[in-house]
């Protein structure tokens, strides 16, 4: 696989995933969902932290804009070194399968940084109104973004019995978390590295085959 077809696939999950962003934020208003199956549902949140929401703020006695910004300034030096990684693994002609897997954990970390550094600039805010994109009073400042999340899949949502110790009639949910394209891109190539490392990191492929 050459560079012309990593960009390609890389721009192509950019795309997808920017644009399902803006859909969500121009027409959704925060925490407003869309039942799409009973086990999926299009539901808009907005991730201001790490991954499931952790802020630097929750765990050091840091301001919430601060420690936004740090983790912003982190995101983008990851960036940084997984582009690296993805031209050095295309310059020794490794392996097809890790330079999809590295283009897809590429792809998506982008997808999200470009939340977190240019959204608090170009909307505003989506309380209890659609977002305006471009608008004229933005929720916030360049790199102190929020991550809009919108895929939701509740595979099972029902209630502990009564009988059971300590979580009995309380509420049972999974699958909780809430993400987007990007997220899944991440996922993705993490897990072809996982499930596929010896493929991905042995012998480089034939040519022909990439």
Do not use: C
Not at 75 to 103: H, P
Not at 110 to 125: E, K
Request: glycine share 8%; charged share 20%.
């Amino acid at each position: 696989m050459n560079l012309k077809k990593s960009i390609l696939l890389v721009a192509v999950i950019l795309l997808v995933d920017q644009l399902s962003k803006i859909y969500i934020k121009t027409h959704f208003v925060l925490g407003e969902s869309v039942t799409v199956f009973n086990w999926f549902k299009i539901l808009f949140i907005e991730n201001e932290g790490a991954a499931w929401g952790t802020k630097l703020s929750d765990i050091f006695p840091i301001s919430d804009e601060l420690g936004k910004l740090i983790l912003t300034v982190f995101r983008l030096f990851a960036i940084l070194g997984i582009g690296y990684w993805l031209y050095d693994t295309i310059q020794k002609k490794a392996s097809k399968t890790l330079i999809v897997a590295v283009s897809l954990i590429f792809a998506g970390a982008l997808g999200n940084i470009i939340d977190s550094v240019f959204y608090g600039v170009i909307f505003d805010d989506s309380f209890n109104q659609v977002a305006t994109l471009f608008a004229q009073d933005p929720y916030g400042t360049i790199f102190h973004g929020k991550v809009v999340d919108m895929l939701y899949f509740p595979l099972v949502d029902t209630t502990w019995p009564d009988w059971v110790p300590v979580v009995g009639g309380n509420n049972f949910r999974f699958f909780e978390p809430v993400f987007n394209i990007a997220d899944t891109t991440i996922s993705t190539g993490v897990g072809i590295l996982i499930v596929f490392n010896k493929k991905a990191f042995g012998k480089r492929e034939d040519s022909q085959n990439e």
